[in-house]
T-cell receptor, first 110, second 112 residues
């Protein structure tokens, strides 16, 4: 399957700090998606990106679809305790298959 | 609106037994998917269905089968469970023109 490298694997930050995580691939994707997963629950879609270069915001979250179509990043500004969770990037191929990164585990220290 | 429901929430199963995981969505989405999530490996696609009556193999289909008799239901069957199928299983659905997949709450399966 497709290999999506997501980094960092985990982060410990102070409440109020900004967070940045990214995802890279050796393959081109048509769509990038960012999900958040809370313990014991399914992933929840945060942001969808459909075009190379696209920059999209959702509240304190901002994500970009890389120009090469092989990478994407997610920024969270002014983190709060409820931002805790695992964040997954996912890339959608032309054949409509979705491949996930291995996740970034975020811990916010109050 | 419930979205996507999965049953059971969790199950412990003896190796060699047959097991069906149920998934139902009420969003009238065309496409449905089954993933397994293992520590350090993220989510991997097992099988998918783009529309009722059709199914396809994902990244890790071996040992699993699916059916899609109608739009709402997409059961996943393990014909003869093995310990390596211990995992958390997520069902998802999406609209045909959207590609944004919505996930169920998951089924935690342990095969002994």
């Amino acid at each position: 399957g497709q290999q999506l490298n997501q980094s960092p694997q985990s982060m410990f930050i102070q409440e109020g700090e900004d967070v940045s995580m990214n995802c890279t691939s050796s393959s081109i994707f048509n769509t990038w998606l960012w999900y958040k997963q809370d313990p014991g629950e399914g992933p929840v879609l945060l942001i969808a990106l459909y075009k190379a270069g696209e920059l999209t915001s959702n509240g304190r979250l901002t994500a970009q679809f890389g120009i090469t179509r092989k990478d994407s990043f997610l920024n969270i500004s002014a983190s709060i305790p409820s931002d805790v969770g695992i964040y997954f990037c996912a890339g959608l191929t032309g054949a409509n298959n979705l491949f996930f990164g291995t996740g970034t585990r975020l811990t916010v220290i109050p | 609106i419930a979205g996507i429901t999965q049953a059971p929430t969790s199950q412990i199963l003896a190796a060699g037994r047959r097991m069906t995981l149920r998934c139902t969505q009420d969003m009238r989405h065309n496409a449905m998917y089954w993933y397994r999530q293992d520590l350090g490996l993220g989510l991997r696609l097992i099988h998918y269905s783009n529309t009722a009556g059709t199914t396809g193999k994902g990244e890790v289909p071996d040992g699993y089968s699916v059916s899609r008799a109608n739009t709402d239901d997409f059961p996943l069957t393990l014909a003869s469970a093995v310990p390596s199928q211990t995992s958390v299983y997520f069902c998802a659905s999406s609209d045909w023109n959207n590609n944004e997949q919505f996930f169920g709450p998951g089924t935690r399966l342990t095969v002994l």
